[in-house]
Every structure is written in C-alpha cells, then in structure tokens.
Nanobody, 120 residues
Framework: QVQLVESGGGLVQAGGSLRLSCTASGRTLSGYTMRWFRQAPGKEREFVARVTWSGGNTYYVDNVEGRFTISRDNAKNTVYLQMNSLKPEDTAVYYC?????????????WGQGTQVTVSS
C-alpha cells in the first residue's frame, strides 16, 4: 500500500509560481510512473503531467507544456510539479497519482489533493 500526500498549493497571482510536492510512504516509488492531475470546479479531472520511474521520460498536456516541470527524487520518495507563469485557468485541486503493474496486477494510488488558486 502506498500513501501519497500532496503539499505546496496555495493562492498566487497570475504570472507567479508554485512548486507542488507529493511524498509517498508505505512503499518505495521505485518502478511507479508518477502523474499529476487536476480538477477545476465543475469540470472532470484532467491529466497534467507524467514522469517515468527513472525520471528520464516526461510528458505534459499541451496547455501546461513549457510552463510546468515534473520531476522526482526517488531517494526522497517524492515527485514535484514546478508551475511557472500561472494563469487563472490553472486554478484547480491538484492530485498526485502513482501507478505500476506487477505480475499482471495494476496498482493505482491517489493523494487527497492540494488546492491551487491563481488570481487575475
């Protein structure tokens, strides 16, 4: 079992930056692909960014490409989302997700989310 706890959210003005952290406990994140999702009020949860367990491969949704950076520190069992040039439309609850498949069984864990609010 993996427990994920997000932190780093808050209120920031448009154009500002925040760095979100997601720290895991209960099991190492080695082998897990880590993702960030977000959910704005009245909208469905959407994918934001992904990093493979080695950290060598990242992928972003188009509307954050070039502004957000996902990274991970496996020694600290933590994944980060650096968010720059924030826009009001980035306002959402941000969720961390850990996923892996082992022996044909899919393991999928979620954090409880951290609120990011960007004022115009």
């Amino acid at each position: 079992q993996v427990q994920l706890v997000e932190s780093g959210g808050g209120l920031v003005q448009a154009g500002g930056s925040l760095r979100l952290s997601c720290t895991a406990s209960g099991r190492t994140l080695s082998g897990y692909t880590m993702r960030w999702f977000r959910q704005a009020p009245g909208k469905e949860r959407e994918f934001v960014a992904r990093v493979t367990w080695s950290g060598g491969n990242t992928y972003y949704v188009d509307n954050v490409e070039g502004r957000f950076t996902i990274s991970r520190d496996n020694a600290k069992n933590t994944v980060y989302l650096q968010m720059n040039s924030l826009k009001p439309e980035d306002t959402a609850v941000y969720y961390c997700n850990a996923q892996t498949t082992s022996w044909g069984i899919k393991y999928d864990y979620w954090g409880q989310g951290t609120q990011v609010t960007v004022s115009s």
